[in-house]
């Protein structure tokens, strides 16, 4: 749609930068590698930690594949881009090997890929500490430009920012030994968000990710390691909080939400009607949201959190059966 005016001119370099859709996924394959990375430090038996993955990411994503399914056979509905959905290709989505019915699960599929990676990160460190690491981080970043690599897994799937997990593991490795950090703290987070924010004005490439990368590692060091920060003290708030439980069905249903929301308020009509386009994006997100969040909160109440309790019984009880 055409901008008008100075207003749309501005705002799409703004929201460009503030919505870096793809810089998010940095920041999320980063704090996974960190996340990741700590709990095999404190447990590194291989069978707890791939249980746990298996029933923490697999049943609300399988949902959503299945609703999706259902809803496209009964209605032709679809999201995104209309994929097949064919017996073959819904399994694959269900297993996330494929992503095209949901399509923001491309990540989700580079996070499966990334599994066996973060766990011979983990055992790298213990066996020879952490320059094998950046080795290895060298090498994927190598990659990153190279067709391909990139494209291996088909479909929307980019592998270019694979290393993002390995760099999390690292800030965890590191700790508190990040020393420039703890020098200029507040100075160091301003200058990852500014980043953040340029790149997303940007196109993703090979360097851009890189820099993404590297604001989203210095951004996760300091709330881990400076959680004093005032700048900070918003992730502590209750509804960050919430947002931040059912933050993972969000992100599967939040195409659905955004799906609704514009058949509920059609963009075409309000650009026809003269309402800027900014006007239009701010007004389609706040709908997406309030039609998502109830929707992701079922999600993580009947569906995620179930999950996760089963899979911890199913480690618990292993463990129970050695002993014996």
Request: hydrophobic residues 55%.
């Amino acid at each position: 749609m055409p901008s008008l005016g100075w207003l749309d001119g501005l705002s799409y370099r703004l929201l460009g930068g503030v919505f870096n859709g793809t810089g998010a996924v940095v920041i999320f394959f980063v704090l996974s590698g960190f996340v990741l990375a700590r709990s095999l430090d404190s447990n590194s038996d291989p069978f707890r930690f791939l249980n746990n993955r298996l029933f923490r990411l697999f049943p609300a994503a399988m949902v959503v594949v299945a609703l999706l399914t259902l809803l496209h056979w009964q209605s032709g509905f679809f999201v995104g881009y209309e994929a097949s959905f064919t017996p073959a290709n819904v399994i694959l989505n269900l297993l996330m090997i494929k992503s095209d019915i949901n399509g923001v699960m491309w990540s989700m599929t580079v996070e499966c890929a990334a599994t066996p990676l973060i766990l011979l990160s983990a055992w790298i460190v213990r066996r020879n500490g952490e320059k094998p690491l950046w080795l290895l981080t060298a090498i994927l970043v190598g990659l990153s430009s190279w067709g391909p690599y990139v494209h291996l897994m088909g479909g929307f799937t980019n592998l270019a920012p694979l290393y993002a997990f390995v760099v999390g593991v690292l800030i965890h490795v590191r700790g508190r030994l990040l020393s420039p950090l703890d020098r200029y703290p507040l100075t160091s987070a301003i200058i990852a968000i500014a980043a953040f924010c340029f790149c997303g004005t940007r196109t993703q490439s090979a360097l851009i990710l890189m820099l993404e990368c590297a604001s989203a590692a210095t951004l996760i060091a300091l709330i881990a390691y400076r959680p004093a920060m005032a700048l900070f003290e918003p992730l502590d708030a209750k509804l960050a909080r919430f947002y931040g439980r059912i933050s993972y069905s969000f992100y599967l249903m939040h195409p659905l939400g955004i799906a609704v929301a514009f058949r509920a308020f059609d963009p075409q009509v309000l650009g026809a009607l003269g309402v800027p386009i900014t006007l239009i994006v701010v007004c389609m997100t706040v709908a997406a949201i309030l039609i998502t969040t109830p929707a992701a909160y079922l999600s993580w109440r009947l569906i995620e959190a179930p999950g996760i309790s089963f899979g911890k019984a199913l480690t618990t009880r292993r463990k129970l059966q050695a002993a014996n």
